[in-house]
Structure formats: C-alpha cells, structure tokens
C-alpha cells in the first residue's frame, strides 16, 4: 500500500465503522480472534457498535484493558472478568509505537472524566466562557456538559436520530452549535432549555458537515469533508449557502480564522491549505511543500502563523498565511505518530496529540526556541481528535474518543528555561 492511500482509507474505515454503528446489532468484521476461555464472550459483547479487529488491533495489561472496557459498555461482573482475563493474556502489549516523551521546563496536569453514555466516542471538546466542558458523544447522539468543579455531568438528547454530533462551537449568547456529520445538519442547542433548531444543508450533495467556526460577525462556518465543500450560515437570516473546493475530493477538514476575519481550513485528502473569502465565498488553495502531507487539523497564532497537524508523515507544520512560507517539524514520537488534535494558546505556544502513539500524547511546541515537550495521556487518549483552548486562552480542553473520556489541561508555570 503505497502511503498517499493512507489518509484516504483511514477516513473511509472511521465512516463504514460509524455505519455499522448505527445499523443495531450489527456484527461488526470478524478478524482472528485466538481459542480460548472469553472468545465467544468477546466475539458477543465487543462487536456491537465496532468490529472486533478494533479490539485485536490494542494491546494492554490486564487492567488498561479493564479500564477500557468499563470505558465502553456495562458487562455482568463476571463477564467482564473473563473478558479482561481474556485480552490481557491475548492482548498484552499495543502494537501501536511508543509515546517518545520529551522533558522540559512546563509543568502540566491533565484530568479526565469518563462520560455517562458509554462507547460515545467524544469526538469535539468546548471550553465555554462558564468555565463548563462540552463534547459531541457522537455514536450516543447526544451534546454533553462537564462542570468540571463538581464533576457533574449532563447529556442532551439530539433532535434527529443519528445525528452523528461532530464539531463543537459556541455563539456568543451561549448557544452550543454543533455539526450533524452523519445526517448532514448543523444544529443549535439552547443550553436553558434543551431545544434545539437545525439547519439542513441547502444541496444533497453537502454531506458530512464537520468542523464548525464562528467568525467576529457572528457568521458560522464549516467545513463538509466528504462532499469536498465548505458552508456559511448566517444565523440572523438563517441563510445557509455551500460551495464547492476547486479541486477535487480534497476532504475539508479543520477550520480557523485569522486577524482579519478570513476562515482557513486544511484539505486533508491532499497537501493543501486554503482560504475563503468571506464575502464572495471564492476559494484560495495554497499547496504544501510536501506532496504527502496530508494535514488534518490547524491552529493560528497571533502572528496569523497557521500550525498544521500533518497525520500522515508525523510533522508539526508552519505556514505563514502573509508570505506562504512553509517550515516543517518532525513531530517527537516519528514518523507514524499521527498528529491529529491542535490548539495555540494565548501565549502562542502550539500543542498538539499525537493519536496513534501508545499511549496518545500530548505535545507543546514553542515556535521561539523551537522546541519541543511532551507527556503522555493518563487514560491512553484513544485517539485525541480534537483539542481547544480554554477561553481565557491559558489551558485546554480535549476529547479522547476512543476511551470515552473529556480532558482538562491545566497549564501550569514554567519552572526553568
Ligand atoms: C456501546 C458501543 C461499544 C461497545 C459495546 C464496545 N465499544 Fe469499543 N469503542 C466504542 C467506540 C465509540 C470507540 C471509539 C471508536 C473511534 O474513536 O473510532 C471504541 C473503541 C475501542 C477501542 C480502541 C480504543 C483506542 O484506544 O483507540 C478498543 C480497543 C475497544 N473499543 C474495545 C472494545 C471491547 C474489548 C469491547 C467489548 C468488551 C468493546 N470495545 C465494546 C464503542 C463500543
């Protein structure tokens, strides 16, 4: 396989999974699964909402696997023992490569909660300006919030059936927008009432809405990975328009904007970036150095400096959004760390997860003294797929999808230089 497929397969097995997620009681790919004492019982309880090659592809000790599974579904006590038996002994280390942890001068402290909807695979994190945490549980259909103070939580049920609740933003009177990826909606959720109002897409081509912004005016963005589109709803007119990027199957992926208002987003099928004008929707693509770049997330610092996640080749990416100058970064744990999730704090320094590591990191880079620190992620991550900053801009938030579970990363002082 050569690795430009890479991207392009590893999308299309995250949708037909989500598929069988929703068709009930589907039986999921049946991949090897040694004899022995719990074969059947994982065959039955672990093949529901996911194939069980998702379960043969981990490895962990007898109680990371114990975690997991509680992560995932409520099993009879007894099962769960032969379960966790079972894959310990099968299962015993990740065949995933080790997280490279970097020391440096920050001191940092994560806290994890596991969601009430288990195997929702939190895929969005929002930090709102009341201090609560929210997240998408997206094969639970629901909107969930944390106040991360008491550690309660509340879940809100969506309006249409397999939503697929994606992307996560807040407008400025605390409505919480979210993107509707698998029934092609947007959807605002009043967080005093629980109702919720929902844009449907103007076209039936504009499928798999996904990552939402707000700009300063108040208009949302968003971008529609497979339908190769970006949108604008204007919330005061309820105008939703779509238009399509100028070449094909690029797979819009993560969105921002600069100082000037302008949305950016990354075309993750292909090396590119580009910009959206906002008043007539035209489309820029800028192409990255490396033709098998293939940036998945981004975030912009105060200097409208866009920071790239490039998955497919491990690199920490620069692009000067005023020059078009591109400078690139091997990420600490290699080539096949995939660095997914990405924020820039207030202080313009760039963190970032790496999601294929075992266990997933957390990774700060400091674009002065270029820099890099990382640690690891107490629960694993499962695959961290996004991060935000906090809205003071100090800390963060992330969502580990793959062991159900929001985060809360206190960034804490610089001990030394
Ligand atoms: C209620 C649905 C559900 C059930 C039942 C379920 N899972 Fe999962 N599981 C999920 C979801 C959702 C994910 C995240 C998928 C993703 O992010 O792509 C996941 C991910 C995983 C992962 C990957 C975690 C990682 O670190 O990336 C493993 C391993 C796993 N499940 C094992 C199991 C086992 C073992 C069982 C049976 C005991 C099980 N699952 C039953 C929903 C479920």
Known sequence: MSRRMLPILVVTAGLSSLASASA????????????????????????????????????????????????????PKQEA???????????????????????????????????????????????????????????????????????????????TPKSGPHGLTADKDGNIWYTGNTASLVGKLDPKTGAITEYKMPDPAARDPHTPIFDRKGNLWFTLQGANMVGRIIPSTGEVKVVSAP?????????????????????????????????TMAITEHTLPNAETRPRRLAISSDDVIWYADYSRGYLGRFDTKTGKTTEYPSPSGPRSQPYGIAVTSDDIVWYSESAVSPNTLVRFDPKTEKFQTWPIPSGGGVVRNMMKTVDGKNLVMACSGVNRVAFVEVGIRTSR
């Open 24 to 75: 009930q009681g589907r039986q999921g790919r049946q991949a090897q699964l040694p004899e022995g004492n719990g074969k059947a019982q994982v065959e039955a309880a672990c093949s529901k909402c996911h194939g069980v090659d998702r379960v043969t592809s981990n490895g962990d000790t007898r109680e990371g696997w114990a975690a997991l599974i509680a992560s995932m579904v409520t099993l």
């Open 81 to 159: 023992e032969v379960i966790t038996e079972y894959l310990g002994k099968n299962f015993p280390t990740s065949p995933k490569p080790p997280a490279v942890i970097v020391p440096g001068p920050v001191t940092v402290s994560i806290k994890e909660w596991v969601v009430p909807s288990l195997g929702s695979r939190p895929h969005d994190p929002l930090a709102t300006r009341d201090g609560a945490i929210w997240w998408t549980g997206m094969w639970a259909n629901v909107v969930g919030r944390l106040d991360p103070k008491t550690g309660q939580m509340k879940e809100y049920p969506l309006k």
């Open 247 to 279: 070449s094909p199957r690029t797979n819009p992926y993560g969105m921002v904007t600069d100082s000037k208002d302008t949305p950016w987003f990354v075309q993750f099928n292909v090396n590119k970036i580009a910009s959206i004008d906002p008043v």
